[in-house]
């Protein structure tokens, strides 16, 4: 099936061809349903703590000399952000006739790019935008915000897009997240280390913003940044299918690759050097006025990782010694069981030194604290109960595809669940003796998902890798733990940047 070209670009992109081979199995099989128990609530996996019980154990492992991580997938293009605008671009009507439309220019004066819209305005058309809307040339002020020839804001990543208006200047999303790290990632020394992931063709454009920017809020909050890149690897993506499930060709016989998604950048993470690592998508940011809240919940999650993970590691010391006793072992279950919400039904029915290595394999790896907001209608994973494969019931975070919604029960469990996904992560990446985990090891790589799409007229079925917060880490012990509904503000589409929290 594979040609001496299709070999050579297999070895180009790194990637064997075993990988092809399952990836091209997993379109014929699909991919199976995650078995629920139940939707997470408060005091059924989701935890409501009181801050002030876990501030101080953060404040404390902070003052040691651990790494410190703020990891910020920020790789994704803003067009899906302006689908709308683009609409309008290539539509019949000249003016304005739907409400998205109407609210946009309406209020075009309150984004923060306005003073650059109206200068690319003057540059593209000789007139400022008050000018060309008066005249009705609506379209214009469109193509300046969107084309190449003016901002270019409909091929630029969200990170790199003016969000927030201050007294000093606007700020991109990339500096609020730079605010936030000092805010709450900053180690001992002062430092504070960001790394985001970014796409090859805008890596120039953010390092650039870095240079131009950092060196401020470095001063403003009297810390040094250490600010990384990296890309999603080629070996991650992923081969496209046609309608038979064989491999997807393009005009010239080659392979069709797409990348693997978000879920590849488990690999990014795995790559990085930390005892604790942030995770938050690039657009959820707020300005100033409102990052108290943010810092307070961030501080709360990562105390109760590190309260969590200290007790873990004296418990699989205690296992290593040999020198427990029955009540011990006894304590320790009720831990796994109850603090890291990983059951067993047969736990009983195990030889002591089965159950002692069940109890060492379930506290010996990666552990992720996951803040889950209540849910209002945003769309998202949710927090379940489901079954794994070697028959424990632990906490995940699920999407929609990964849920059969043609059983009745499943999906009234999606449907009234409480809260969701809202992407707030703070991780513990090394074991009790200092080493990193790898990573790739903890992946359900039954979690991928198939989805359609299209190549020059052709229908494909496209490979999504498992997502990074979804079947990536599906094999790590999980916390859900219950934040305030004004640390999410995602913008998903231009006139989000209207709303109250980004004025």
Not at 37 to 48: D, L, R
Request: proline share 3%; net charge negative; charged share 25%.
């Amino acid at each position: 099936m594979l040609t001496a070209q299709d070999r050579e670009q297999l070895a180009k992109k790194g990637i064997s061809e075993a990988q092809i081979t399952d990836q091209l199995a997993s379109f014929e099989k699909g991919f199976p349903y995650l078995q629920l128990e139940a939707a997470a609530a408060i005091g059924k996996g989701i935890m409501a703590p009181n801050p002030a019980q876990y501030l101080n154990a953060w404040d404390e492992y902070r003052k040691g000399d651990a790494c410190i991580v703020k990891f910020v997938p920020a790789s994704g293009a803003a067009s899906r952000m302006f689908k709308n605008l683009f609409e309008f671009l290539g539509g019949e009507a000249n003016v304005p006739t739907t409400d998205f439309e109407k609210k946009f220019f309406d209020n075009i004066t309150k984004f923060a790019f306005y003073e650059d819209l109206d200068a690319a305005c003057v540059k593209t058309n000789g007139k400022g935008i008050s000018a060309l809307i008066e005249a009705g040339e609506y379209k214009a002020v469109v193509a300046a915000l969107l084309e190449g020839a003016g901002l270019n804001y409909g091929q630029l990543p969200k990170g790199l897009l003016k969000f927030h208006n201050y007294a000093d200047g606007a700020r991109t999303p990339l500096e609020e997240h730079l605010v936030e790290g000092a805010l709450y990632a900053s180690a001992n020394t002062g430092q504070v280390n960001v790394h985001f992931t970014v796409s090859p063709e805008h890596r120039a454009l953010f390092e650039a913003l870095v240079a131009e920017k950092a060196e401020k809020y470095a001063q403003k909050y009297d810390i040094e940044y250490n600010i990384s890149f990296s890309e999603q690897k080629s070996s991650t993506d992923t081969v496209a299918a046609d309608m038979e499930n064989k491999p997807f060709r393009n005009s010239d016989g080659s392979l069709l690759f797409r990348p693997g998604g978000h879920g590849a950048l488990i690999e990014n993470l795995n790559d990085l050097d930390a005892d604790v690592i942030f995770i938050k998508n690039i657009d959820n940011v707020v300005p100033d006025r409102l990052k108290e809240e943010t810092v307070i919940y961030k501080n709360l999650l990562a105390g109760v990782l590190v309260t969590l993970q200290k007790q873990a590691f004296e418990y699989i010391q205690l296992l290593d010694s040999g020198q427990y006793t029955q009540e011990q072992i006894e304590e320790i279950i009720r831990f796994v069981q109850q603090q890291l919400l990983c059951r067993k039904a047969d736990i009983k029915d195990l030889e002591d030194a089965e159950l002692v290595l069940y109890l060492k394999n379930k506290l010996n790896r990666p552990m992720r604290v996951c803040g889950m907001v209540r849910n209002v209608g945003e769309p998202g994973g949710g927090p379940f109960l489901a079954y794994n494969q070697d028959g424990t019931v632990s906490l995940q975070i699920l999407e929609s595809s990964q849920i059969d919604m043609n059983d009745a029960e499943k999906k009234a469990m999606f449907e009234q669940g409480t809260h969701f996904n809202p992407v707030d992560l703070v991780c513990a990446v090394k074991n009790y003796k200092g080493e990193k985990f790898d990573l790739t090891k903890y992946v359900d790589k039954a979690a991928g998902f198939i989805s359609y799409k299209s190549k020059s007229g052709r229908e494909l079925k496209a490979l999504e890798l498992p997502g990074l917060w979804n079947g990536a880490m599906s094999d790590w012990n999980t916390i859900f733990v219950e934040v305030g509904l004004g640390t999410f503000n995602p913008v998903k589409t231009v006139n989000d940047l209207l709303r109250e929290q980004h004025q």
